[in-house]
């Protein structure tokens, strides 16, 4: 199978790119701590792994999730105060709409089964 490609270049290569350009703002622009660095690299990593999902039209859901979770996850690294509670909704409707979106566009490989007649 061939590796899928975002503008022409493999994710690996994007990842990569914002990971050199976060150390080098961090570096010489902005005085940011390591932990921040490594948020918005892994919401980066979560981006790509969403729009390749999309793109290869498989695993959308657990994608979007996985991109919520990481921008939660920088947000509340960057100064976001939301409690556990507010988080966990957070997620909850994110999922479910996404679930949902994804229901009304999938069908069945072979059609269901129909029951055995009654003698």
């Given amino acids: 199978m061939k590796t899928p490609t975002l503008l022409g270049r493999e994710p690996a290569v994007w990842s990569a790119l914002v990971a050199v350009l976060v150390q080098f703002v961090a570096a010489f622009v902005v005085d940011v701590n390591a932990d921040v660095q490594t948020g918005v690299n892994v919401t980066a990593a979560a981006l790509l792994g969403l729009l390749v999902a999309f793109k290869v039209h498989d695993g959308q859901v657990a994608a979007l999730t996985g991109f919520t979770q990481a921008a939660i996850a920088l947000g509340m690294n960057l100064g976001l105060d939301w409690s556990a509670d507010k988080q966990a909704a957070a ?3 994110v999922t479910v709409v996404a679930q949902s979106f ?6 069945a490989p072979v059609p269901a089964r129909q029951p055995a007649a009654s003698a």
């Fill in 91 to 93: 997620m909850a409707i």
């Fill in 102 to 107: 994804v229901r009304t566009q999938v069908t």
